[in-house]
C-alpha cells in the first residue's frame, strides 16, 4: 500500500509574533518552526497503516511546500519512519491560497498513484481546513474528513469520522482516497536515534512549482495584519438586583456571546 501524507512546516505554537516591517505577516527570522499537528497525527495514521499491512511494496511517501527551512521537518517525518520525501521548493508559499497550495501538491502527487493521500484537517497558522478537500477535487478521488481512524478492508477502508456533541460516524470508502486527520486518534511516536541515522541517507526529491507545472498566479491572503488591541471598560448596570441580573444575561449573551 503506497501512501502519502502532505505535511506543513508551522510556526511552534507558543512562539511570541512580531508583526514585520510591511505589515503583511509576520516576522519569521527569529521564530522556532515544528511540524504540524494534525499532519503529524496524519503521519502516524500512515506509520500505522504500513506496519499492519506487513506487505513489502508497502511506502509512506512525504510531501511538503515550502522554502529550505522545511527540510528539517522533512528530516524528523523521515526520522519518524516514512520512506522517502518529495520537497516542493517555493519561498513565497505564503501567497498562495489553500487553492493554489492544492493545485502544488496535486501536481507532486499524481504521479505517485498512491493508494491513499492522508493531510492533516488543518494547519495552526491559518487554519482554513481546505487544503485537503481541496486536493481530493484535483485528484478527482473520494475524501471524507475529520478521521480519528483508518482500517484496511478487502474492499477498501473503513474510517471513524468525529461529529458534533461526541458523536462518531463509521463510514467505508474505495480507495484511492483522500483523507483529512483530526488530531489525537492515536498516541505519537518520537524519533528513535537509529531512525534518526537512517533518515540521513533516505531519498528526499526537490522539485519547484515550474518543474511541476504549476503556474498559478500569487493571491492576496491577507492585506493586513495586526495585533489585538488592548483595551478596558466599564459598564454600570443600574436598576434594582434582578433588572441588573437581566440586563447582565443578555450582554453575556448577545455582546459578548459566551451564554
Known amino acids: ?30 521564530l522556532q518552526f515544528a511540524l504540524n499537528e494534525s499532519d503529524a497525527y496524519a503521519l502516524e495514521e500512515a506509520l500505522q497503516l504500513k506496519e499492519k499491512s506487513a506487505a513489502a511494496d508497502g511506502e509512506v511517501i512525504v510531501v511538503s511546500a515550502g522554502p529550505e527551512r522545511v527540510g528539517t521537518t522533512i528530516r524528523e517525518a523521515l526520522a519518524k519512519g516514512a520512506d522517502r520525501a518529495i520537497h516542493i521548493d517555493c519561498d ?8 493554489g497550495v492544492a493545485h502544488l501538491l496535486a501536481a507532486a502527487i499524481k504521479p505517485e498513484s498512491p493508494d491513499l493521500v492522508l493531510t492533516g484537517l488543518q494547519s495552526e497558522d491559518l487554519g482554513l481546513g481546505q487544503t485537503g478537500v481541496i486536493l481530493a477535487e ?24 468525529e461529529l458534533e456533541e461526541g458523536w462518531f460516524q463509521s463510514i467505508d470508502l474505495p480507495t484511492p482516497a483522500v483523507l483529512t486527520i483530526q488530531s489525537g486518534g492515536n498516541k505519537l511516536r518520537y524519533a528513535t536515534l537509529m531512525g534518526i541515522k537512517r533518515a540521513k541517507t533516505k531519498e528526499v526529491r526537490r522539485v519547484t512549482a515550474a518543474e511541476l507545472g504549476v503556474d498559478t498566479p500569487p493571491v492576496v491572503v491577507l492585506e493586513q495584519v495586526t495585533l489585538p488591541q488592548k483595551q478596558k471598560s466599564t459598564q454600570i448596570l443600574d436598576g434594582t438586583a434582578k433588572e441588573a441580573a437581566a440586563a447582565l444575561v443578555e450582554k453575556l449573551k448577545f455582546e459578548v456571546r459566551v451564554l
Open 1 to 30: 500500500m503506497k501512501i502519502v501524507v502532505a505535511i506543513k512546516q508551522v510556526r511552534e505554537r507558543d512562539a511570541q509574533v512580531r508583526i514585520d516591517a510591511a505589515g503583511k505577516w509576520i516576522e519569521e527570522g527569529d
Open 92 to 99: 513565497d508559499l505564503g501567497q498562495r491560497d489553500a487553492l
Open 138 to 161: 484535483l485528484l478527482g478521488l473520494p475524501h471524507a474528513t475529520l478521521i480519528l481512524h483508518v482500517e484496511k478492508t478487502e474492499t477498501g477502508l473503513t474510517v471513524k469520522r
